[in-house]
């Protein structure tokens, strides 16, 4: 078990939500590893609370994908297979592609200056070379192109899909190597919505999650050599 977990504290949250937010942020920073088991009276030990919340998050994470139940071990902390990363991804591509085709159209004056400084401050946090500040900036980039179309069932199921997301953003944020990329694609999307050129804009957004999907595979598919490494010298 992590010996670095803490409770984000929130005075104003019931204390199930704070134990729910703590163990998502864990999970979706990498901070409780894939196939980590969460153990009830270790993390209600951690977190200095009862096993009632515990087992109420845990139930809460199962049903967002993030934990799965194995019998007779409990409660794991679900990999990221390919199978979840291409089932994310592919809807992902299409509702990014329709919200910056619909953000040529739609877009104030106010939300383009926003996306533009938001551009400018995620190049910022990349320099932090922090995964959480990045991976933020990245974050609040997206959801102004998402509410600029003013679509709210597409707000609504981004948001559905936010938290798969964020855990993939967060392992593609982590290889520095694709900063320079991601900065440029940024640069791209937010020029072809200004000029309103729907092709480029929609033609760069799917391009965006398809280097996401690429770089994860490798890391997927590079952790299960080493897995497999591993299981042949024991």
């Given at each position: 078990m992590n010996g670095?977990?803490?409770m984000n504290g929130?005075?104003?949250?019931p204390l199930r939500d704070v134990v729910f937010n703590t163990l998502r942020q864990a999970i979706l920073t990498g901070e409780l590893k894939?196939?980590?088991?969460l153990m009830e009276i270790h993390l209600a030990n951690k977190l200095g609370v009862s096993r009632t919340p515990i087992r109420e998050a845990i139930r809460k994470l199962e049903l967002e994908g993030l934990v799965i139940m194995i019998p007779r071990r409990g409660a794991e902390v679900a990999e990221i297979t390919e199978k979840s990363l291409k089932d994310v991804l592919e809807v992902r591509r299409t509702l990014d592609a329709l919200s910056v085709e619909l953000a040529c159209d739609r877009i104030s004056d106010e939300e383009l200056s926003a996306l533009r400084m938001a551009c400018l401050k995620f190049?910022?946090?990349?320099?932090?070379?922090d995964a959480r500040i990045i991976?933020?900036?990245d974050v609040a980039l997206h959801d102004i192109i998402v509410q600029a179309t003013g679509n709210q069932r597409l707000i609504q199921l981004v948001n559905n899909l936010s938290e798969q997301m964020y855990r993939y953003r967060f392992e593609y944020i982590k290889d520095e190597s694709g900063h320079a990329t991601l900065i440029e694609e940024h640069?791209?999307?937010y020029e072809s919505i200004l000029k309103k050129d729907k092709d480029i804009a929609a033609q760069t957004a799917k391009l965006h999650i398809?280097?996401?999907?690429k770089s994860i595979m490798k890391q997927?598919?590079?952790e299960k050599q080493e897995k497999g490494k591993k299981a042949r010298n024991k």
């Open positions: 670095n977990l803490q929130d005075e104003f949250l894939p196939g980590e088991r190049e910022e946090a990349t320099k932090t070379k991976a933020k900036a640069r791209i999307i398809d280097n996401q999907e997927i598919q590079l």
